[in-house]
Structures are given as structure tokens and as C-alpha cells.
């Protein structure tokens, strides 16, 4: 049996109101007024893509074995780097053995889905190890556009496997057409957008309904049969779909538009990871990916998943929730406004990559070191033990902290550095098992932090060097979920 | 132990600069400054030093690498110069090195002088630099006032100080220093303000406000040394000579072992030790006359009181509240303003520290002028609470 064993998201605790933003640009394009309603999730100044997908994995592989994992897929349209694998940035926080295979894919939104088949594939051919699938998207949209109204930031992860199936691939079929309903060139930040009633009209209403049908066909199923239909689309559009397919309009899935927004490549796995979250064994669920054609994926629940862990997902993170009503933020973080960030943000953030290289398992793995002598947990892992009592030299094992809880021994509001949301929140973190750092905290609100209060690692962008369009990940503390 | 530096080498002359926002110097100008007043204390000639200590922290900012800098400012005849950085420290550092150079006999006579420049950077607090390839990646992105603040949030868990009485003995350490500071002609900052101002002024990082920050100034200062035989042999009557001058620099174990609370400095107790051992000082409340202190912050002073062994653990900003540390109180602390408003050229501190104490003990601080004074000490803490350098030391009347 192939299928997916086990399943994560990540939302970023950010939600932008919609009625902020046709307040500051409803002036401007008084159409927006119409979308005015809910929230859309954004990325925090220090998270991407790939930082989101990380969490979405660590929330999918929870506690399982990471040996198993044979192959890391990452795939998304607002990957970091354009040359520089992003897939293996992954693997790299993510812990896992070096020899395995990892791959980008890109281009186009439905390469979530393409990515899943593609794992779906492997597992078959290989019967064996395991596939994570990840996708984040980090969406960007002109000021004032619609699709900064309609989109949305979020990650999810799929572990795809032979064993301990939850859910089965019952089949899938795929479509391939050069319908351009919108594009973005190699050289361009924002998506340019042809006239909506032809996309919808001519590509979406004729393109997925043909490929729900072959699928149909191809695997003897039943248009009625179908209990979870997941279309990565416009709520209205996806009934028109459900009308001329023949599937219950009870089968559609939240489309998540009302809280997250639509995220891209992701949207179709994040709202799978939905679906999964609470569907019961034996209940069949298609999944449709669109763009550039068409991916449509027929999956089982089986008797498996009502006893598998569940993982954080998207409900869990659309709880980790914070309200931002302040339009000008979402801009700033999104380098969408020209500010005046004073001298001190011109400080050089260049990376030395040789050095990053020689100590990847430190930034990119959070790896600190157990003395083999003394039993002291340290971070950095060092030639010499850190314990006064102990002090030996080349006793510290490997040991990976970005799981172990912690929680802040002191702290500060920093008002001076720079940072793009000041104050800056750091301070002593001191992790449960041993060791402790000097770190950033993230996803604070000033008044809200306080010494002894619980906190957990999370994989986030250190810093961007904008003169060289790089940017270094590293871990930072986070509130601890509750 | 080692028989240790106590009344091996006396001071010969100091210098100092005005310390402030020198927007028409240059370094070089600044050191001059300092060297004339040193030299003509010191009544000697500049061909008659033997070897030379040039302290600096932020090079880049002015002067460059090497002991070049201080040799072409003063066109010393190709003797040796070495150049120490050891953060805040750096200024006591140089005046290590030329006491050690003295005490070995290696030199007759040695000067130290320190320098920063600044007032170069377009923006106001110190420069921000990287801090190694490998730091920049993993250490946290934290200003100066940031990195002690820490300090404030950990004492206040460790000994149940509520926020706000905590605040108001910070605020204190600064009123206290702007008293002292008004009355001194080189200070950088000459205006007495009163606790509110400090309690009402903009939060730099919680709970630092703009007043519980130094000044970040420009200034150099300077001290010529030698030993007590050949001060006397050039006609010097009331020596002053060192008792102690200890160092202790942080191994990683605040930083990276769970022993540390985060509420205090470790290195300040351990140079504080042994810099009381190698005076001979057994109750340091007692016998200290008058100190200046690392007050970068002040909620830096307010701990290292403790650390100094002068105030009980956990009781220090009470004492301060009491008046301990103002100018009529039993330990007169910052007599000169300290860091807090003569200014804090970073180079330059230690022997800034110096210069007030070895003036006091000459009776030379006039409307400062402490009581006969008998031991002063001196305090440099560079870095982070949680991985720095500490110096201590202490100077007084030559007992040999």
C-alpha cells in the first residue's frame, strides 16, 4: 500500500485584517471593499517559504524516526534561493542523514500536488523508505492588488510511505496545458494577471472538471462517493466544479479563505492536512492541484488514521493566532514601502559560507554537544567541556537541541538595535536538558515577555543580506504553544 | 600566590583629556592632549620612557591596527609600542602592561595611554560591528544596553525586587552621577538631574531609559610609571604607587553552563578576590576610600557593589537608595561623574578611572575633593554580562 503516513502545517501567527488594508487602499481601488472581510495570514519579517515548510515538517515528524526518510521534496514558487538547493535546507534543520536524495520543485501552483504524486512514485518504485513531502509559500502582491486581499502564507508537510498508511493513493491523473491565467518572469517579484472571467471560464471551469472525470473513470469511482473534495479555489468556482462533476456540495472542503487566504502551491496540501486533521477511516478524498493543467489525486483514509498522533496541523496553528491591524507592517515586512531604517541596519550581514559549511549542524541543525564525561548539555559544541567541574577536552557527542524545551532565564525589549519590528526581543534561554543561549525570541508582543516563561526552538531567517540577496537561517525562541 | 604588584611601581604623572563630542579632533588630538598634561606631571622628558602601552577598542573607527597611532601622535623615538584591545578593559590593560614592563625591571619607565574616537559614526551609542564570521550567525542581535539589561530582569527574579524600586535604584546611580559629574570641568555631561528625570525619559532597552545609559564620548588618557626608587630619585614627594591589578575574563560557563543565575558578573567577584588579596584589603567597605566603576549602565554599578563586596548580596539597591555611593555617603562612588557623564571613550576609561583616584589621593580634585582618601579602586567590565572581561584595581599612598 502507498499513501501518506502522517501529516503537519504551520500557519505564521500573523493575520493581517482585511479591513486594514481596504482602509488604507479602498481609496485608491474601491472594489477591494468587497474582499473586506476576515483575516489572511503573513509571514513574520523573519520567516520564508522554506522556514515554514521546516515547521510544517517538525510538525509532521513529530517524534518518529527520521532515519526512515530516504528523499525531501520541497516545493513552492517563492523558494529563498532561485541557485541554491532550498530541499536541502531543509534536511539540514530538519536533522536528517546526509545520504539521501532531495529535490526542488517549482514553477507553477499546482507543484504541491506534482510533488506528492512524484513522492507517491518513488515510494512505489523503491518500497521501502520514506518521502517527505513539504511546501510553503510565502506570497507576494503589489499594495493595493486583490491577490494581496485573496492570498495567503502557510506550509504543509506530507510523510509518504508503504507502512502505516492513513490515508491510501487510490489514483491520480494529470493534465498538462500552457493556460496562462497569470504569470511571473524570472526577473519579476509580483504575478501579472489576465482578465479573471477567462481564467475562471476558459482554463479552471473546463481544465479540473475534464481531470476529476478521467480520474473518475481511470479508478471506477463514483462522483457521490467522493466525502472530501479539496479544490484550492474560489468557494463559487468550486461549486460550479462540484455541479458539473457531480460530487456533493457537502464533500467541499474549507477553502480556508475566510482566516488564512490561499497559499499558493501549498493550498491544496495545507487544506488536505485540514481535512486529515479530522476525517474518519474510509473516507475517500480528492485532492486537485491547478496550474499550468491540472493534478487531481484520489486518496483513502484508512482504519489507521483514527488511531495515528495527531499532529499540531492547522487547526492547532490557526489557534496560535495574533491580529495585525496595522497595514503599514504587513508592508514593511514584505518590502513593499520604502523606510528609513536608520544607520545602524546598514551593519554588513555577509555569510562567510566556508564557515557556514564547516558548522552547518550548529546554524542549521541547532546540534549542540553532550559530554561523554560528565553528562553536561552545552551549546556550542566545543573541544572542551563547558561544566567548571569537568572542563575535558573531545568528549561532547552530537546532541540536537531544536526539540528540547526551554524556557527564558532573562530578557530584554531592545529598542536600539536595529530590527525591522522593535524593540528587539532576546535573551537567556535556557534549554530543559542543559545548555542555554544568548538568543533571539520571535513572535513576541512587547509586554508579554517575562523570565521563566516557556519557549521553543524555531527555524527563522537570522538575517537578509540585501547587497548580496542572501539571507542566513537560524533558531530563535518562540513562545512555547499552550 | 604569587608575591603579587603592591607597591612595586608608583605613578609617575597622569594626563587626561576632556572627554565629550570632540567634533573638531582627531584622535591623535586627543591623545596629545592627555600626554602634555602627563608628561608635565610626570616632569620628564619623552626621551626618557623606555617602552609604551597604546590601548584602543574600536580601531576601525579611527585610528587603525598597530601602536603606530600613538607613536606618530607623540613621535616616540622608535621604542616599543604595543597595542591592547580587551574590550572595556582595554584602557586598564595598557597601564597593566606598563606596570608589568616596570615591575620586571625590563623598563625604568613605561606610559600607557588610551584613546577613542567615537563621534565618527553618524549615529548616537557605540559603533556596531560584526562580531566574527561565526558569532554573526548564532549570537543574538543585541545592542550594548540590550546585553545588560539582562542583568536588571535576572536580579530582579533572583531577589524579589519589585520592577519599579528596582528602577528607582537605577535612577538613583545616575542622579548621583550627574551630581558628581556637574562639579567636574571635564566631564562630558554637567547637569544635575533628579530621579524623574531618569524614571520619565525614553526606554532604550527595558527597563535602561536614555538615563540609565553613559555618554558615548571622544577622549584620551594617560599615565607614566615607574618604580618608587627612581620617582623619588626625579624629586616626586607623595607617591602614589599600585597595590593590585587583576584581571578575569569569562571562559564560556555563563554563557553556555547553567551554574550562572545571569544576576551578577562572575569575573568582577573573581578579579575583585584577588585583588583585595593582593592589597592586602580585608573589609573592603571599610578600608576602600572611593571607587570608580564600570557604570556603562546602571544597573551595571548597582551589581557590581555587590560584586565588589561592598553591599550584602541582594541589598546593593537599597544601599543605594540610602545614599552609600553619593559623593557625602561612606563610599564615595564615581566622585568624577563616571562613565555615566565624564564619558565613556572606550580605550581611555580605565586610565580615566585612574586619573580621578590618583587626584584625589594627591588632593587635587578641588571642588570634588573627598575627605583624605587612602585606597581608591578602580572597576572595567567589557563585553556582555554574560561573557566579559573584568578588571580591578587598586591604587593608594606608597607604603615602601
Not at chain 1, 32 to 51: F, P
Request: charged share 20%; with cysteine.
Amino acid at each position: 500500500m502507498t499513501g501518506i503516513t502522517a501529516f503537519g502545517a504551520y500557519v505564521p501567527k500573523l493575520r493581517l485584517s482585511r479591513k486594514a488594508a481596504v482602509e488604507a487602499n479602498g481609496w485608491f481601488n474601491p472594489s477591494l471593499k468587497g474582499l473586506a472581510k476576515g483575516e489572511r495570514s503573513i509571514c513574520y519579517w523573519d520567516e520564508d517559504a522554506l522556514t515554514m515548510a521546516v515547521e510544517a515538517a517538525r510538525d509532521c515528524l513529530a517524534d518518529r524516526d527520521r532515519a526512515t526518510i530516504g528523499r525531501v521534496t520541497l516545493a513552492s514558487t517563492t523558494l529563498p534561493f532561485k541557485d541554491r538547493q532550498n530541499a536541502v535546507i531543509l534536511a539540514e534543520a530538519l536533522n536528517l542523514d546526509d545520504n539521501i536524495a532531495s529535490l526542488d520543485i517549482a514553477s507553477s501552483l499546482r507543484c504541491g500536488t506534482s510533488a506528492l504524486l512524484t513522492a507517491f512514485d518513488t515510494v512505489k518504485a523503491n518500497d521501502g523508505g520514506h518521502v517527505l513531502v513539504a511546501s510553503g509559500e510565502h506570497r507576494s502582491a503589489k499594495a493595493a492588488s486583490p491577490q494581496e486581499m485573496q492570498y495567503g502564507d502557510a506550509a504543509a508537510a506530507l510523510l509518504v510511505g508503504a507502512q502505516d498508511v492513513i490515508a491510501e493513493l487510490v489514483g491520480h491523473h494529470q493534465v498538462a496545458v500552457d493556460f496562462v491565467d497569470h504569470y511571473r518572469g524570472e526577473t519579476e517579484r509580483f504575478d501579472y494577471y489576465w482578465e479573471e472571467r477567462w481564467a475562471r471560464d476558459e482554463g479552471l471551469l473546463k481544465i479540473v472538471p475534464a481531470a476529476i472525470q478521467e480520474l473518475l473513470a481511470k479508478t471506477g469511482t463514483a462522483a457521490d462517493q467522493i466525502a472530501h473534495f479539496i479544490a484550492p479555489v474560489a468557494a463559487a468556482s468550486a461549486g460550479k466544479i462540484c455541479k458539473m462533476t457531480g460530487i456533493p456540495d457537502s464533500a467541499l472542503a474549507d477553502n480556508l479563505a475566510a482566516v488564512m487566504g490561499e497559499s499558493g502551491a501549498a493550498h491544496p496540501l495545507v487544506m488536505l492536512a485540514n481535512c486529515l486533521h479530522n476525517a474518519g477511516p474510509g473516507e475517500t478524498i480528492l485532492v486537485i492541484g491547478y496550474g499550468q493543467g491540472c493534478d487531481a489525486v484520489l486518496l483513502r483514509t484508512t482504519d489507521l488514521i483514527a488511531r495515528a498522533a495527531k499532529p499540531t496541523g492547522v487547526p492547532g496553528a490557526l489557534a496560535r493566532r495574533r491580529e495585525e491591524t496595522n497595514y503599514n507592517r504587513y508592508l514593511a515586512f514584505n518590502d513593499l514601502i520604502i523606510q528609513e531604517k536608520g544607520i545602524r541596519s546598514e551593519l554588513d550581514k555577509q555569510t562567510a559560507v566556508s564557515a557556514l559549511y564547516r558548522n552547518r549542524d550548529m546554524v542549521l541543525g541547532l546540534i549542540g554537544g553532550r559530554c561523554e564525561a560528565c553528562g553536561t548539555v552545552q551549546f556550542p559544541r566545543t573541544k572542551a567541556c563547558v561544566n567548571p567541574n569537568c572542563g575535558k577536552f573531545h568528549t561532547q557527542e552530537p546532541y540536537p537541541l531544536s526539540d528540547v524545551s526551554a524556557h527564558v532565564q532573562s530578557w530584554t525589549a531592545d529598542n536600539l538595535t536595529y530590527s525591522p519590528d522593535p524593540p528587539h526581543h532576546f535573551g537567556m534561554i535556557v534549554f530543559d536538558d542543559g545548555g542555554r543561549l544568548m538568543m533571539d525570541l520571535t513572535d513576541v508582543e512587547a509586554g508579554t515577555v517575562d523570565v521563566n516563561m516557556s519557549v521553543r526552538m524555531m527555524f527563522r531567517v537570522k538575517d537578509y543580506d540585501e547587497r548580496r540577496g542572501f539571507r542566513r537561517y537560524f533558531w530563535k525562541a518562540a513562545p512555547a504553544l499552550t | 600566590m604569587a608575591q603579587g604588584i603592591k607597591d612595586k611601581v608608583a605613578i609617575l604623572g597622569m594626563g587626561c583629556s576632556k572627554f565629550g563630542e570632540h567634533w573638531d579632533k582627531n584622535a591623535e588630538d586627543l591623545i596629545v592632549d592627555a600626554y602634555e598634561e602627563c608628561l608635565t606631571d610626570a616632569g620628564i622628558e619623552t626621551s626618557q620612557i623606555d617602552a609604551a602601552w597604546f590601548s584602543t577598542a574600536f580601531e576601525e573607527q579611527h585610528v587603525g591596527k598597530s601602536g603606530i597611532p600613538l607613536a606618530m601622535a607623540l613621535r616616540l623615538p622608535y621604542i616599543p609600542v604595543t597595542r591592547v584591545e580587551n574590550y572595556c578593559a582595554s584602557g586598564t590593560e595598557a597601564f597593566r602592561g606598563a606596570v608589568y614592563a616596570v615591575a620586571s625591571g625590563a623598563a625604568d619607565i613605561a606610559l600607557a595611554t588610551g584613546v577613542e574616537k567615537l563621534k565618527d559614526t553618524g549615529y548616537g551609542g557605540l559603533p556596531q560591528r560584526s562580531r566574527g564570521v561565526v558569532n554573526d550567525m548564532v549570537i543574538a542581535n543585541a545592542s550594548a544596553p540590550g546585553s545588560f539589561a539582562q542583568l536588571a530582569s535576572a536580579y530582579r527574579t533572583k531577589h524579589g525586587v519589585d520592577a519599579q524600586d528596582l528602577k528607582r535604584s537605577m535612577a538613583q546611580v545616575s542622579v548621583k552621577s550627574h551630581a558628581n559629574g556637574a562639579k567636574n570641568p571635564r566631564a562630558h555631561l554637567r547637569r544635575e538631574i533628579t530621579i524623574d528625570t531618569v524614571l520619565n525619559a525614553p526606554m532604550v532597552a527595558e527597563p535602561l531609559g536614555l538615563y540609565d545609559c553613559c555618554g558615548v564620548s571622544d577622549g584620551a588618557a594617560c599615565a607614566i610609571v615607574t618604580t618608587p626608587e627612581i620617582a623619588r630619585s626625579l624629586g616626586k614627594k607623595d607617591l602614589i604607587s599600585v597595590k593590585a591589578l587583576q584581571l578575569s575574563v569569562s571562559n564560556g560557563v555563563e554563557a553556555g553552563h547553567n551554574s550562572w543565575d545571569g544576576s551578577y558578573l562572575m569575573t568582577t567577584r573573581k578579579a575583585a578576590e584577588k585583588a583585595y588579596r593582593e592589597a592586602g584589603v580585608e573589609k573592603p567597605r571599610d578600608e576602600i576610600s572611593m571607587l570608580e566603576v564600570h557604570d556603562c549602565f546602571s544597573i551595571t554599578e548597582l551589581v557590581t557593589m555587590e560584586d565588589l563586596y561592598l553591599s550584602q548580596e541582594g541589598e546593593a539597591w537599597r544601599d543605594i537608595l540610602d545614599g552609600v555611593y553619593d559623593a557625602d555617603g561612606a563610599v564615595p562612588c564615581q566622585i568624577d561623574g563616571g562613565l555615566k557623564c565624564f564619558g565613556h571613550p572606550i580605550g581611555a576609561s580605565g586610565l580615566r578611572m585612574l586619573y580621578e583616584m590618583y587626584a584625589q589621593l594627591l588632593g587635587r580634585a578641588g571642588d570634588r575633593q573627598l575627605e583624605d582618601p587612602r585606597l581608591g579602586l578602580t572597576h572595567n567590565l567589557g563585553g556582555f554580562p554574560h561573557q566579559n572581561v573584568a578588571s580591578v584595581s587598586i591604587i593608594g599612598a606608597c607604603d615602601t
